[in-house]
């Protein structure tokens, strides 16, 4: 073999392997981000992925951990209104969770969140209704019960179980599709940026906020609204 065939031979070798570490590092980071692998929130432990809205720690003086449960501490017995907040940003993801609400109780959980220090969660993220349909002032507005796109999309075919029992829930978001599930039933379904949604937000009380559902990711808000309220059994995944 001449010198010249062997820088030659050496020089694709070289390059083949350079192409098939970049493949695999490709791949590696593909899988990282697209596994799907469940992320546990809270089982009844905490495991380090949830912070308050407003502090990097857990909020002590808002939530309690209640059993299996994270439990919001009451407004008149001393809690402070502080939203639970993922640590991690989600563009497309699929979140499950349980909730249990108190006579007259009012939550909920809001997707891509910005945190900003002088306005709460829900003036950059939607809202997935949590709620008392039958005590609660806001069961009786179609758009502001459980489930809904919170004062946008009525949550519809949704079987409640009564206050005090416990409803499975998820929302699913890809490629900016949204749904909500309650129970096993979707209930509502709705596209991110489309022109339904824009003329929807410009019918509502959102519509001099101007960072509201303007956010391509963020982080998942779940709402200290003041009464007790209830949640467990939380974990994501990244679609």
């Known amino acids: 073999m001449t010198h010249t065939l062997r820088l030659i031979t050496s020089g694709l070798l ?11 590092a490709a791949e590696k980071k593909s899988k990282g981000k697209k596994s799907g692998r469940w992320i546990t929130l809270f089982d009844g432990k905490l495991h380090g992925k949830l912070r308050g809205y407003r502090t990097e720690g857990f909020p002590e003086k808002s939530w309690k951990i209640d059993g299996d449960a994270l439990t ?23 979140l499950s969770w349980e909730w249990r609400a108190t ?16 306005k709460p969660a829900y003036f950059t993220g939607p809202e997935f209704q949590m709620l008392d349909d039958d005590v609660h002032p806001d069961g009786k507005k179609d758009r502001r019960r459980a489930g809904c796109l919170y004062d946008l999309i009525e949550a519809e075919g949704k079987d409640l179980k009564p206050v005090g029992e416990w409803n499975t829930s998820k929302i699913v978001s890809k490629n900016n599709n949204f749904e909500h599930w309650v129970n096993g039933k979707k209930v509502v379904e709705f596209v ?20 509201f559902m303007k956010m391509e990711t963020g982080h998942i808000a779940f709402q200290h609204h003041g009464e007790e309220f209830s949640i467990r059994n939380m974990k994501i995944r990244r679609l």
Not at 203 to 208: H, P
């Open 103 to 118: 006579k007259g109780g009012n939550s909920g959980v809001m997707y891509r969140v910005k945190i900003d220090p002088k």
């Open 72 to 94: 919001t501490i009451h407004k008149n017995k001393g809690g402070v209104r502080e939203d639970l907040l993922t640590k991690g940003k989600f563009k497309n993801f699929e």
């Open 14 to 24: 070289a390059c083949s392997l350079a192409i098939a570490f970049d493949a695999q």
């Open 192 to 211: 991110w940026g489309s022109d339904e949604i824009k003329e929807l937000v410009a019918k509502s009380k959102f519509k001099t906020w101007p960072n």
